[in-house]
């Protein structure tokens, strides 16, 4: 059974970095689309930015210049260097891997940046 494990996390004063790191292991297929998605509470899971086997990046809005994605997409790692952090990317963060044509979620790790 596919498994994907984060690391990284925890508490950052604002303006502050943090990377986020997470691996797949037990796959069969090729991966596709590596990404990361967050959530904050009180509101829905939110792509934050994402690779795909071709090579195309996508960030949202919110990210776009503080952080950056990347990662070896034959080796199933993926990394999220956050910076210049801000209280409102306060959230849990989930890895998401595209395996074949199946998706696949980390469990999900805490960011807390403090003002």
């Known amino acids: 059974q596919v498994r994907l494990v984060e690391s990284g996390g925890g508490v950052v004063q604002a303006g502050g970095s943090q990377r986020l790191s997470c691996a797949a292991s037990n796959t069969i297929f090729s991966t596709n689309v590596m990404g990361w998605y967050r959530q904050a509470p009180g509101k829905q899971r939110e792509l934050v930015a994402q690779?795909?086997?071709?090579?195309?990046?996508a960030y949202a809005d919110s990210v776009k210049g503080r952080f950056t994605i990347s990662g070896d997409i034959t080796k199933n790692t993926v990394y999220l260097q956050m910076s210049s952090l801000k209280p409102e990317d306060t959230a849990v963060y989930y890895c998401r891997f595209v395996i074949g044509n199946q998706a696949y979620w980390g469990q999900g790790t805490q960011v807390t940046v403090s003002s």
């Open positions: 690779i795909t086997r071709g090579g195309t990046f």
